[in-house]
């Protein structure tokens, strides 16, 4: 791997003549593997942020008279936002929480005590009422115009006249845009200064990823780590050391813990007993080699099974596809030759390359495509972090990106009950085996292929503005209806 001292004369040498687009656009890997909580990026930890915005909104703008604080949620976050967790999520974020850093084991009681005191404080210290039995309200008409998850927070007077309000959109992975932001389509990230440093490899899409690879010699993971070294200088491989140490965590916990998930459905957590079979199974010469697959589905599973349950996890890209990239990680450390931390490094570099592509030219948001955006997403971002761990070229792992992509194209979003548990469980696992098998195939071949991964990404887009609205995230449609919930 390329010296440090090299990525910080490329920041120095960097074209500043770059379109100003390219440098907005960059997005870092540690906004694309968030740590939050469950079971959902864009219906709990988007409302949680958007939430905290508009309180420091309020600080800002000092407003004269507030006497009362109160929130809307439209579109998917009013049709799925009771099985998502949304309205909890709002009273988190207004409490003062933050995804990252909030203890899952005391959810409960803060929302408790919000419900019996009524009232919520600015960071700067105002006190509003706030009674969240009344003051959130989930409106069933139709969507807000800008996107498929919208929410409005007002501030009244003591008459209960309307002093101020603001609309927010959660438009995937946990990201949130105002309505100004999301019609400029800026991340709200993107005026931050440091976003606004030039990078070194300004990537917009594959194809400049692959020219600029071929120019500078470098892999994707190395034009990845350069680009965040003008961020976060040597402080980079700690952090990225973190988001592994936490997916890690996440799944441990998932494969000790047993019971039913919470929501009603009374779906069983499987890791654990599934973990117990393949550990007593270990040395059986009976026992058929593609079992390797049971052992990529099982760590997905359990990331996926704490997620449902409202655990801490990562985002890779979304919370309802956090299984998949954590899943294959463990498979390239567990069962492949050669693996170690600094492969984990290069996967974690590689696989947000492709994600933040996928992100700017189409979208990770089930709620506006459909599960090919959020499974899909995954799977394409495992099978190019495998595939980079395990040397791939870069074309090769264009491919691989490709390959697992292609064949999530058209999935739909449709949970039971709202919730985060069927499909979704299940469909990590097999998005994790489809990522390996993409990158095997990537592997086998020479990098060449016949469908661009732009291409697939462009028809990934298409395909979610032709698909149903009942198909996204919406519960209205597919098995959300066809399947009795007991």
């Avoid at 931050?192 to 600029?212: C, S």
Wanted: proline letters at 4%; a negative charge.
């Amino acid at each position: 791997m390329a010296d440090l001292c090299q990525f910080a004369v490329l920041a120095a040498m960097s074209d500043c003549r770059k379109p100003a687009q390219a440098r907005v656009m960059f997005l870092s890997v540690f906004e694309l593997f968030k740590i939050g909580i469950g079971p959902s990026s864009s219906h709990t930890v988007g409302p949680m942020v958007a939430a905290r915005r508009y309180l420091n909104r309020l600080d800002r703008e000092k407003f004269t008279g507030m006497a009362r604080l109160r929130a809307s949620l439209h579109g998917s976050l009013a049709f799925t936002g009771k099985g998502h967790g949304t309205d909890r999520a709002i009273i988190l974020g207004l409490a003062g929480e933050t995804p990252e850093d909030i203890d899952p084991d005391r959810v409960e009681a803060i929302l408790a005590e919000v419900a019996d005191r009524q009232w919520i404080e600015t960071p700067g210290g105002t006190r509003l009422a706030f009674n969240p039995a009344t003051d959130i309200h989930f409106d069933f008409g139709p969507p807000l115009p800008g996107h498929a998850n919208g929410m409005i927070f007002y501030v009244d007077d003591a008459g209960g006249k309307e002093i101020d309000h603001k609309n927010y959109y959660s438009v995937g992975g946990g990201f949130v845009q105002s309505e100004g932001e999301h019609a400029e389509a800026v991340s709200p990230e993107a005026v931050d200064a440091p976003r606004h440093r030039p990078v070194p490899f300004p990537f917009v899409n594959a194809a400049d990823m692959l020219r600029m690879g071929r120019e500078s010699g470098l892999s994707i993971a190395q034009m990845r780590r350069a680009n965040e070294w003008t961020r976060y200088g040597d402080a980079l491989t700690q952090k990225l050391d973190r988001i592994w140490h936490e997916m890690d965590a996440c799944m441990k916990r998932g494969l000790s813990r047993k019971g039913q998930l919470p929501g009603g459905l009374k779906v069983k957590r499987r890791a654990a007993d599934i973990l117990d079979k393949l550990l007593a199974e270990r040395g059986n010469n009976a026992i058929n080699a593609h079992q390797v697959m049971d052992w990529i589905g099982v760590y997905a599973m359990a990331v996926n099974e704490e997620n449902a349950a409202g655990g801490k996890v990562v985002t890779a890209p979304t919370n309802g596809a956090a299984g998949v990239v954590p899943a294959v990680m463990r498979y390239y450390l567990d069962h492949c030759q050669g693996a170690d931390q600094d492969g984990v490094r290069t996967f974690l570099l590689a696989s947000s390359a492709i994600g933040t592509i996928i992100k700017h030219n189409a979208s990770i948001s089930g709620a506006e495509v459909g599960c090919q955006g959020e499974v899909g997403s995954a799977s394409a971002m495992a099978a190019a972090g495998l595939c980079a761990a395990l040397g791939g070229t870069n074309e090769q792992v264009e491919n691989a990106a490709e390959i697992a992509l292609e064949h999530h194209l058209g999935m739909t979003c449709d949970p039971v009950g709202g919730l985060v548990q069927v499909p979704c469980i299940e469909r990590n696992a097999f998005g994790a085996v489809k990522a390996v098998a993409a990158a095997s195939l990537a592997l086998r071949g020479d990098g060449t292929h016949f469908v661009p991964l732009d291409s697939c990404i462009e028809t990934m887009r298409q395909t979610g503005l032709d698909m149903s609205a009942r198909y996204k995230e919406t519960s209205t449609g597919g098995l959300a209806v066809n399947v009795v919930e007991c």
